[in-house]
């Protein structure tokens, strides 16, 4: 049995992971802010953090591992609030690293397919590869235990489905609802992996 926090616990992919790892007794811990996640996911058994990520230190445990999910993650919204997604996606994960140094505490830093275009393209992509930047630094200089993992386009149960604020997937889905046409965005030649958060857990 491992002792393991995931933050962002109560986030579409956090939720899912959560769920995941207690189906083999793991001691599961959760923070969340809750801005954008629901306690609507929460999951039986399992200890939930109200914290901003950059509270972490107050979290005075160590654990096995951590998936770090916690981040701000619309493009669109990134444009209107970059500073909010640079104090969280860059700031948020240096504050973790730090928490982490001195530990054997194993980090899976949640990365983004961003990472292969132009990282200037957006505040999201920007600050999603700082928060990578930041990971190598702190395993090169500080002996710390962080893997990257970069997700494609997820979706699945507890995705949010919105016309504005969704994945391709959940964006779609709430066009369909509401029988309104599909939008393509480009010549419809160009191809996007899509992953399944089950699959992705």
Not at 31 to 39: A, V
């Amino acid at each position: 049995m491992k002792k393991i926090l995931v933050t962002g616990g109560v986030g579409f992919i956090g939720s899912n992971l959560i769920s995941s790892l207690r189906k083999n007794n793991n001691e599961i811990y959760s923070l969340d802010d809750y801005t954008s996640g629901s306690k609507k996911n929460q999951v039986n058994g399992v200890k939930y953090y109200k914290l901003d990520i950059e509270e972490i230190a107050r979290i005075n445990q160590r654990f096995d591992i951590c998936y770090h999910l916690a981040a701000k993650t619309l493009v669109q919204e990134s444009f209107i609030k970059p500073e909010e997604y640079f104090r969280v996606n860059v700031k948020g994960t240096l504050k973790l690293l730090e928490w982490a140094r001195g530990t054997n505490m194993k980090i899976v830093y949640a990365g983004s397919a961003s990472r292969h275009s132009d990282p200037s393209s957006s505040p999201y992509a920007l600050t999603k590869f700082f928060g990578e930047e930041i990971c190598s630094l702190y395993k090169k200089n500080f002996d710390i235990n962080v893997q990257i993992a970069r997700f494609y386009n997820v979706y699945g149960p507890h995705e949010k489905v919105h016309e504005l604020n969704g994945n391709v997937i959940g964006i779609w889905r709430a066009k369909q609802m509401k029988k309104k046409q599909l939008l393509i965005v480009g010549d419809g030649n160009q191809k996007r992996d899509f992953i399944h958060v089950k699959d992705l857990v």
